[in-house]
């Protein structure tokens, strides 16, 4: 199975909360990240939290993790159709280069 | 400051021909890093470079890509000759330390090998 596993489509109405989820299998994973790629850019770094911890909140994000289901999820209070876009799960070890493990990637749809 | 850029933003080709990809990191990023999305899939480590030097090409998927990164500025990546398993996004990415540093991406190549 793939490493890092999050479901394909969301569709969501523009003002309600989205909530995207992720699951990993690395238990040693140290930082899990949540990556957003808007149409026609690269890979945007959105937040990310380290493995001690239980929550991260950033404005309108919050990322959840539970270690022990190894379950990560991000959050989007008020979503808004510029929230459009590809979001990626990723996670990491400590050591080494800290190059990320991605899963492939949620397509979040925000309707009127 | 101008980000990472990627060269070409498309490209379509013929199995069995060449393809080279460019990538201008962040001036001053020393580190630099390939990555490959073949359609639908996760998106997968390919190589990194610290300045000219191949720090990790544990995900090259095999002898017919090579990447350089001469005097440890731009970065090409070249698939010779290309198959059809070849087609995907390649993006390329830079940071300025080798740990937890934000990784900064281009906005990638698409390959389409007919």
């Known amino acids: 199975g793939e490493d890092v596993e999050q479901s394909l489509f969301l569709s969501v109405r523009e003002g309600d909360s989205s909530v995207i989820n992720c699951t990993y299998t690395d238990s040693s994973s140290t930082y899990l990240y949540w990556y957003k790629q808007e149409p026609g850019a690269g890979l945007q770094l959105l937040t990310y939290i380290f493995s001690n911890m239980d929550m991260k909140q950033d404005q309108r994000l919050t990322v959840l993790l539970n270690k022990k289901d190894k379950h990560l999820s991000l959050r989007i209070a008020d979503t808004q159709t510029g929230d459009s876009a590809i979001y990626f799960c990723a996670e990491s070890m400590s050591g080494g280069s800290y190059i990320p493990t991605f899963g492939r990637g949620t397509s979040l749809i925000v309707h009127p | 400051e101008a980000g990472v850029t990627q060269f070409p933003s498309h490209s379509v080709i013929e199995k069995g021909q060449t393809v080279t990809l460019r990538c201008d990191p962040i001036s001053g990023h020393d580190n630099l890093y390939w990555y490959r999305r073949v359609m639908g899939k996760e998106i997968k480590f390919l190589l990194h470079?610290?300045?000219?030097?191949?720090?990790?090409e544990s995900g090259m998927p095999n002898n017919r890509f090579l990447a350089e990164r001469t005097g440890g500025t731009y970065s090409t990546l070249k698939v010779q000759p290309a198959e059809l398993e070849d087609s995907g996004v390649y993006f390329c990415?830079?940071?300025?330390?080798?740990?937890?540093?934000?990784?900064?991406f281009g906005p990638g190549t698409r390959l389409t090998v007919l």
């Open positions: 990415a830079s940071s300025q330390k080798t740990g937890l540093g934000e990784q900064f």
């Open positions: 470079f610290v300045k000219e030097s191949k720090q990790d």
